[in-house]
């Protein structure tokens, strides 16, 4: 209505979708059941946080004002609150008015509902599979081999492929974290029968074994803990080079942050890490006769210790060797694919998609087939 023109991105949808989510719009309200009704013609729509305050300046009078929409007259009759991202980033939402006479063969509408209490997702689908039966009995050209796929939210956001492949990233990164924590009790291994006569000196003087173990477990944890540190730091300035990096291919990934389940999570599993990888040594240190290592010429090196070297060593070369057995199998993949024949020469080709409003070029029409 006012300024250069600008597209936007919009979504139909019915009034009960704002009801369903359970997010009350910022200003003004959302739609109404008489706007929503089959066949209603009610020109109204509710605008996205980022648009009033990008297009609109924040206007607290915007409720109520008209505009110019594919060349008929809208009302803004509500605001979303900032936060407000359900499926993709829109502009705005208009009421969907779903047409009485509409062809029962497009399928390409999405239903979201809230699941009442006690009933399971298996439940939920069986109910649905049955209306949709039904309605393939009673419409059988249009519906008859039609179902519904039931999925949780999460899962739809997320969906199969992003999912798999942060399953094989997550798997790589435990192999990593197995593969650091072998390396780690082997240097404390190592450096354990340094230790024999400082550990033999302090049982002499009085300390116990179950306190010379604390000891020695608490150091392995605080290197561990000042591990995680380090990698929540590395992590939180990484971030932003995350989110500008192919932010298509992860949905939501602006969104990505460091919280508190992370932090809890990070910080779990660092003390687990730490006690794990300390343990070993600790038990191979407070083992033996603390008493012996005080004598001259005992050797510092036991043979269990010796043995759990070895034993480690051999950990560690077969998670390395897995490691790169598939990393070497992800790169050849991904050569593959980049030599796959397309059938065209890509170079110096443009592709473009454009529409046009329903209202000035009906589809189907003499107008619309000349402006292609």
Known sequence: GEGEPER???????????????TPPFLGRTFSPDE?????EARVFVMSHGLWERRFGSDPEIVGQTFNLNGES?????????????????????????????????????????????????????????????????????????????????????????RQAALVLQI??????????????NLLIAQST?????????????????????????????????????????AYWAIPLVRTWNPDALPRIDEVSLNTNVLVFTMLVSLATGVLSGLAPALQVTRGNLFDSLREGHQDASGG??????ILVMGEVAVAVMLLIGAGLLINSFRQL????????????LAASFSLPANRYPEMSPETSAFY
């Open 8 to 22: 936007f991105t919009g979504m139909a949808c019915t009034g009960s979708l704002f009801t369903v989510i359970g």
């Open 36 to 40: 929503d009704a089959p066949g209603s």
């Open 74 to 162: 809208w009302t803004a009759i509500g605001v979303m609150p900032a936060d407000f991202q359900f499926m993709l980033e829109r502009d705005i939402w208009v009421p969907f008015a779903a047409d009485p006479n509409y062809n029962r063969g497009d399928h390409r509408r999405e239903v979201f509902g809230r699941l009442a209490p006690g009933v399971s997702l298996d439940q939920a689908q069986a109910d649905l599979s049955t209306i949709a039966h039904r309605l393939g009995q009673e419409y059988p050209d249009s519906n008859e081999g039609w179902g519904v796929a039931l999925v949780s939210f999460p899962e739809w956001i997320i969906g199969p492929q992003v």
């Open 172 to 185: 790589a990164v435990g192999l990593m974290l197995l593969l650091a924590c072998a390396n780690v009790s």
């Open 194 to 234: 340094t230790r024999q006569r400082e550990m033999g000196l302090r049982a002499a003087l009085g300390a116990g074994r179950f306190r010379i173990l604390r000891q020695l477990l608490a150091e392995s944890v605080l290197f561990s803990v000042l591990g995680a540190v380090a990698g929540l730091l590395l």
């Open 305 to 310: 210790a010796r043995q759990l070297r070895d």
């Open 338 to 349: 980049t030599e796959v024949d397309i059938g065209f020469d890509p170079e110096t080709v």
